[in-house]
């Protein structure tokens, strides 16, 4: 199965990176940005691939909450893990983007400062986790970290509409700043990648729960 999965984001990248034409992106000396564009496919599925296990993660924990089964503790646990990969991918791909495009793989935007909390946040989680060996203890507060995880994600995503910023937003309305829409084949692109490196996560974090548990 895993390779199949691989083998299934390996041709939707080679789409995106050989077949979508590139976005009419600037750098800061008004450049199109043209091939190193490309890196859009990766650093925006790989975030909401992230987002999506961190929520599924929250569910997991709320699941334990109501019904107190460790079973859903032990799968909140493996999403979350999962997905701060995910996360760091997205903030690394984010960063080798940000160079070309700001001049700098680091600015203090608020998307980019407000993914990066995100990203301690998990740590932290998974820093308490390491901390705690009653089980029941470890699961209630780790129940507790993935919702305020999880609370924070939409203010990651709607930090390019509450501040001013310098990061694109790929769908219309959605920034106070220069807006970008898509046009169909690079939609497609985008989708393409979104759907394969999601069931990639959704497949590694069934995995890693078969694994630790």
Same mark, same amino acid.
């Given at each position: 199965m895993i390779w199949v999965l691989v083998v299934l984001v390996a041709?939707?990248?080679?789409?995106?990176?050989?077949?979508?034409?590139?976005?009419?992106?600037?750098?800061p000396n008004g450049q199109e940005l043209g091939f190193v564009q490309k890196i859009f496919y990766v650093h925006v599925p790989s975030s909401w691939a992230g987002f999506l296990g961190m929520v599924l993660s929250a569910l997991f924990g709320l699941l334990y909450i109501y019904k107190r089964d460790l079973k859903y503790d032990r799968l909140s646990? =493996?999403?979350? /893990?999962v997905s701060t990969l995910f996360i760091t991918l997205g903030l690394i791909t984010g960063s080798l983007w940000a160079k070309p495009a700001w001049g700098t793989f680091w600015t203090w935007d608020p998307r980019l400062v407000s993914m990066a909390i995100l990203w301690l946040l998990a740590l932290g989680y998974m820093f308490f986790r390491s901390l705690v060996d009653d089980e029941d203890l470890r699961a209630r507060f780790s129940s507790i970290l993935s919702l305020i995880i999880a609370i924070?994600?939409?203010?990651?995503?709607?930090?390019?509409?509450?501040?001013?910023?310098?990061?694109?937003?790929?769908?219309?309305?959605? =920034?106070?700043? /220069?807006?970008?829409?898509?046009?169909?084949?690079?939609?497609?692109?985008l989708m393409a990648n979104l759907f394969t490196i999601t069931l990639l996560m959704l497949y590694l974090s069934y995995k890693r729960y078969k694994k630790i548990y």
């Open positions: 041709l939707s990248q080679i789409y995106a990176v050989f077949v979508v034409p590139p976005v009419k992106w600037f750098g646990h =493996s999403f979350m /893990e924070n994600i939409p203010v990651v995503f709607l930090s390019i509409r509450l501040f001013r910023t310098l990061h694109p937003a790929v769908f219309k309305g959605l =920034s106070t700043s /220069e807006t970008y829409g898509m046009d169909t084949e690079i939609f497609a692109g």
